[in-house]
């Protein structure tokens, strides 16, 4: 299997989004992505919409720290983003139940 390309997924990120299950949610999330291919992305979704861009944002609600290359997995659905938490691969800081909430957000 080729390996994944960050910047790939994470543009892709909103075909995945279902607008229907996000009704009322308005939150920024943080990507702290480290190791190969890692850089920094952000998500906002509001008023039903989702849209990802290369960069920081000041005050997200969640920011979510991983190997870039497990990220990819974890949003492609290739590992278990609750696996690779309680192992400590992936570390989340800010609001925990919008983590719980985003893996229902994006159909795979």
Request: hydrophobic share 40%; charged share 25%.
């Amino acid at each position: 299997m080729a390996e994944s390309n960050v910047k790939e997924i994470m543009e892709q990120i909103p075909n995945y989004f279902n607008k229907e299950l996000a009704k009322g949610l308005n939150s920024t999330i943080q990507f702290n992505l480290t190791g190969e291919q890692g850089g920094d992305w952000y998500m906002i979704i509001e008023e039903q919409t989702c849209a990802v861009h290369e960069g920081k944002i000041e005050k997200p609600n969640l920011t979510l720290r991983s190997d870039a290359i497990l990220a990819t997995k974890i949003l492609s659905g290739e590992e278990d983003g609750m696996r690779a938490y309680m192992m400590g691969k992936l570390k989340l800081m800010g609001d925990l139940s919008l983590a719980m909430k985003l893996v229902t957000l994006f159909r795979q």
